[in-house]
């Protein structure tokens, strides 16, 4: 089973007034996980000892950023993360985040280089060591794609320009907001549309090393349409693997183009930085809303990400802007939220990630945030979203403790998830690979079990998880799901209602 986040048992609904509850409604004797936790591994965490006690604070899912380290350093690392969700029984995923086409700056002189407010910098074609007037870029072919009048943004926005000329030698851009120019800073162009492939050379050979060493999901950046998140779909089919799909939300073409890519994508993460960069600062807050509730419309999961705890990167502890941060990303409706700097580089990885489950501990207690039952739409249909949706309805009814539902490939443990139901959801899967990808549903714990040919010995096996790990004990209602392997009309599913420990011989 997965490990448990302790919280404290949640109030039933008043019997006076019938008003909602405040506060989510839980049996006392059970552990509930709702939020998940993303982590990214770095220098910070990939040491044997810090990883494990990451893991056992409540990681559910790692991310390897292949920006950053080399192949055979990810692959200590993975072979780690496995090794030790084995040891403890935990249901860990990993996800590969590809670099992207990442428009950086070349070298510069001494590495460094002030740009006056005021000055002209030029933006060459050309190969150069870069100074103070003139430096070179990694994807010179794009220079040809920005206009006058566009803006050039470097370092996470800090240094602006605006482009006042273009010819075939590059760019001539008046500097806006003047700094310290470095070797390989990032480079945003919030007003250009770019002619560039989605996928470079180095994210196809980090993709097949993703398939060769089993990674559960991999990210794309920097999408700006979803024939982007189909080409990557495409290669990985090509490969006859089952790796889902990330698309990280971070350019204004993609907030444009978003229901297109929720539909494409397997999972959607709202990566705030460079979002903030290429769009207006103070649009960013309702487009994460906005997108957190899409994604619950199509049922499919959303990760919030970028600067959540970022003191904790030297602090031992969060300012209150950030609690309130991960909190309401929470009440947004993120199934899932994401550490970066704070566990990759940081001094407190452990704190921070332990400091993170209970934000989503507190905030999931919270029940009015969202509502329980989302209704049947058009992106939703068929038997797995209607036992899904019959499911939440019927385990109100019946005050069941849990849910147990069986699942071949977790169609219908994402579709049940989204319904943010009372219970707890315990997923029984035949297949490890499975279980390690429902680490990513909101309110989904696991076990890998082979499931019996008939329905009573199914709803013994299910009993034996939920008794042994003290989720539901002898006259518990409990309402077990069966879900087929996809959302196709004719597929069979069915809900049974029982008392835990009644059908045993």
Not at 166 to 180: A, Q, Y
Request: with cysteine; glycine share 6%; proline share 4%.
């Amino acid at each position: 089973m997965d490990r448990k986040v302790p919280m404290k048992a949640y109030s039933n609904r008043e019997s006076s007034g019938g008003s909602p509850p405040l506060v989510r409604k839980q049996p006392t004797n059970i552990s509930w996980l709702g939020t998940k936790v993303v982590a990214t591994l770095g220098p910070g965490s990939s040491h044997p000892d810090v990883l494990e006690l990451l893991l056992l604070s409540g990681v559910h899912v790692v991310r390897i950023n292949f920006s950053h380290g080399t192949l055979e350093e990810h692959k200590q690392v993975v072979e780690r993360v496995r090794a030790i969700s084995d040891r403890y029984q935990l249901a860990v995923a990993i996800m590969g985040d590809l670099c992207g086409p990442k428009i950086r700056l070349g070298p510069v002189e001494n590495d460094e280089a002030e740009i006056e407010s005021g000055s002209t910098l030029r933006i060459v074609t050309e190969d150069i060591i870069g100074n103070a007037t003139r430096v070179s870029t990694n994807q010179p072919d794009v220079l040809g794609d920005i206009k006058v009048g566009h803006r050039v943004l470097v370092d996470d926005g800090m240094i602006r320009f605006v482009v006042t000329e273009s010819n075939d030698e590059g760019l001539v851009c008046k500097c806006e907001v003047g700094g310290i120019v470095r070797s390989r800073k990032g480079v945003n162009l919030p007003d250009s549309d770019l002619k560039i492939d989605a996928l470079t050379d180095k994210d196809r050979r980090d993709l097949k090393w993703a398939i060769t060493n089993d990674l559960d999901y991999l990210a794309i950046s920097f999408v700006r349409t979803a024939d982007d998140v189909r080409q990557l779909r495409d290669l990985i089919r090509s490969e006859c693997v089952d790796i889902h799909v990330v698309s990280k939300i971070e350019t204004p073409q993609a907030v444009r183009d978003i229901d297109n890519i929720i539909e494409a994508s397997d999972a959607i993460l709202v990566a705030r930085g460079d979002l903030g960069v290429e769009m207006d600062i103070v649009q960013v807050p309702r487009v994460q809303k906005e997108i957190c509730a899409r994604c619950r419309r199509y049922g499919t999961p959303v990760i919030i990400a970028t600067q959540m705890l970022q003191t904790m990167v030297t602090e031992a502890i969060p300012t209150r802007a950030e609690v309130s941060d991960v909190a309401n990303a929470i009440v947004d409706g993120a199934d899932a939220v994401m550490l970066s700097a704070e566990t990759a580089v940081g001094k407190h990885p452990v704190a921070a990630v332990q400091i993170m489950n209970r934000i989503a501990a507190e905030a999931d207690r919270y029940g009015d945030h969202l509502s329980r039952a989302v209704p049947a739409n058009e992106f939703c249909r068929g038997v797995t979203a209607a036992v899904a949706h019959s499911i939440q309805t019927v385990a109100e009814h019946v005050e069941s403790v849990a849910v147990a539902i069986w699942t071949e490939k977790g169609v219908l443990a994402r579709l049940l998830s989204r319904h943010r139901v009372d219970q707890p959801i315990l997923a029984l899967t035949p297949s490890d690979a499975i279980r390690r990808r429902l680490a990513l549903y909101y309110g989904v714990t696991s076990a890998t079990v082979t499931k019996p040919s008939e329905t009573h010995q199914c709803l013994q096996k299910a009993d034996e998880v939920l008794s042994r790990e003290g989720w539901a004990k002898d006259g518990d209602p409990i309402v077990m799901g069966f879900g087929p392997a996809s959302m196709e009309w004719g597929d069979t599913g069915s809900i049974t209602i029982h008392r835990l420990g009644a059908r045993r011989p």
